[in-house]
C-alpha cells in the first residue's frame, strides 16, 4: 500500500498531521525514545511529545519506563479498527440529545453548494441517507476514475439499502451499479461532466471538474420537473 494512501486514511480518521508522522515512525521502528522519534520523524521535540499525548489518549501509543526514560511504542495496527468503533460508540450516545435540541427550519428550495473530493462524498452519502430511488443521467465513470475506493464502497452501499437505479449512459459506457437496476443508453456523440442524480424531492449535480463541485437542490417542484425530463430521456434512449 502507497505510503500516502495510508497518510490520506489516516488524516480522514482525524490524525494530525504530526500524529500521522509519529505514529507510523513508531509502527515502522518499534520501541523508540522521543528524542529519535522526533528525528526520525522530522518533527521538533515539542510538536513530537505533543503528538504522543495525543496517540497515547486515543490507546493507540503505549510506553514504559526504564530508568528514567520513556520507550514508546505503537500498539498492534488492529488498534485502529477498535479506535474507529469506539468513536462511532461515542458519536451514537450523543446523536439522540443532538437531534432533541435539532431546531434547523426546513426551507422550500433550498440549495447548498460542496467543493471538493469531501464535498461529492457527502452528495453521495445523502442518496444513500434517503434511501429512494435515484435516476442518473450523465455519467461517465467520473466517480470510478476519480474515486475508485469509494466507488467500490457506494456501490456496495446501494446494494445493501437496495436502492433501484435507472441510469442513462452513452453506449461506449460500461457501468457497476445498484441491485437491482435499469440502464438505457444514449450515442457515443452525448458528453458531459455533469452527473444528475434525481432522488426523492432531490436534485443533485456533481460537476467533474479539476476540483469537482457539488450542488444539492431540496425542492419538491424541481424534482418533480427534472424526473419529468428524466422520464423523456428514458422513453427515447436506447435498451440493450
Known amino acids: 500500500m502507497a505510503e500516502d494512501k495510508i497518510e ?4 480522514k480518521i482525524g490524525f494530525s498531521p504530526n500524529e500521522i508522522k509519529v505514529y507510523l515512525t513508531l509502527n ?17 521535540r515539542s510538536s513530537c511529545y505533543n503528538a504522543l499525548k495525543m496517540l497515547i489518549e486515543k490507546g493507540l501509543v503505549s510506553y514504559v519506563s526504564i530508568g528514567k526514560v520513556k520507550w514508546f511504542q505503537a500498539t498492534g495496527p488492529k488498534r485502529l479498527l477498535d479506535y474507529l468503533k469506539e468513536q462511532e460508540s461515542d458519536v451514537e450516545q450523543i446523536v439522540p440529545e443532538l437531534h432533541a435540541r435539532h431546531k434547523a427550519a426546513k426551507i422550500e428550495g433550498q440549495v447548498r453548494m460542496f467543493k471538493g473530493y469531501k464535498g461529492v462524498r457527502t452528495i453521495l452519502q445523502d442518496i444513500l441517507r434517503t434511501g429512494k430511488e435515484n435516476d442518473v443521467f450523465g455519467n461517465e465513470n467520473q466517480l470510478e476514475e476519480r474515486m475508485p475506493e469509494y466507488h467500490g464502497q457506494f456501490i456496495r452501499q446501494l446494494k445493501e439499502r437496495n436502492i433501484f437505479v ?3 449512459v452513452r453506449e461506449d459506457r460500461v457501468h457497476e ?3 437491482p437496476k435499469k440502464t438505457r443508453y444514449v450515442p457515443k456523440s452525448v458528453e458531459s461532466p455533469v452527473v444528475t442524480n434525481i ?11 479539476d476540483e469537482p463541485e457539488g450542488i444539492i437542490i431540496e425542492n ?3 424534482a418533480k420537473a427534472y424526473r419529468s425530463y428524466f422520464e423523456f430521456m428514458w422513453e427515447h434512449a436506447k435498451t440493450k
Do not use: M, P, Q
Request: hydrophobic share 40%.
Open 8 to 11: 490520506r486514511t489516516l488524516e
Open 28 to 44: 515502522d521502528h518499534g520501541s523508540t525514545k522521543a528524542g529519535r522519534v522526533a528525528k526520525l520523524a522530522k518533527i521538533d
Open 166 to 168: 435507472r441510469e442513462i
Open 177 to 179: 451499479t445498484a441491485n
Open 199 to 209: 432522488y426523492g424531492e432531490k436534485i443533485a449535480l456533481i460537476i467533474w471538474t
Open 220 to 222: 419538491a417542484s424541481a
